[in-house]
């Protein structure tokens, strides 16, 4: 494969990412091609040592979804770093989509429930003068408080397990990067063992 395959490809499937990011991983990738023909490699030599454009693309992507991740812990940031993790290679979609799945299903289903239990205790609140709630007005008050506090609450706590959970599945793909990265760049890995 040529230098400029190579980076065609590494291009396409860095596509997403900002144009910027995109511009300096090609332009690293492409020192490194000048450095290697200066050492008199050819391309073809330098572009089979780097490894399948595709799935190095798919590891900068993860490499700069948990970097997101770490700089500013939000909603969109965690789906992104999520989306990079599963796109790192189809034999960890078939092992953990089984698991991540019904993970998030249950977050959700839990949302939901959370949502339906402060409504519910906005409407005891809301509705006692019109109902007769056993133990009086003070007793609908409290009891609805009650419900809406525990439905924050309960909110908190799973907002803190999802964010465990993406930290678990960002240290999973770390781990999973620093295991390939000696098959992927065998120069490097042998200098730092060095």
């Known amino acids: 494969m040529t230098r400029d395959e190579f980076l065609k490809r590494l291009g396409r499937g860095l596509a997403g990412m900002q144009p910027d990011a995109i511009a300096e991983i090609t332009s690293d990738y492409t020192d490194h091609f000048i450095a290697a023909s200066a050492d008199g490699r ?36 965690a789906w992104s770093a999520v989306i990079a993790f599963l796109g790192l290679g189809a034999i960890d979609i078939l092992i953990l989509l089984p698991v991540l799945l019904p993970m998030i299903g249950v977050i959700i289903g839990f949302y939901a429930a959370m949502f339906g239990l402060f409504v519910a205790g906005g409407a005891i609140m809301i509705t006692w003068p019109f109902n007769a709630f056993p133990g009086g007005p003070a007793a609908a008050l409290l009891c609805g408080l009650g419900m809406m506090v525990a439905a924050i609450a309960i909110a908190a706590l799973i907002t803190i397990v999802s964010i465990v959970l993406v ?18 760049e065998p120069e490097t890995a042998r200098s730092a063992m060095s």
């Open 167 to 184: 930290n678990a599945l960002m240290w999973f793909g770390r781990l999973h990067y620093k295991v390939l990265q000696p098959a992927i």
């Open 42 to 77: 050819s391309e073809a030599e330098v572009a089979e040592a780097l490894g399948d454009p595709g799935r190095l693309a798919r590891e900068l992507k993860l490499e700069a979804g948990i970097k997101r991740w770490e700089e500013g812990r939000s909603p969109s940031a």
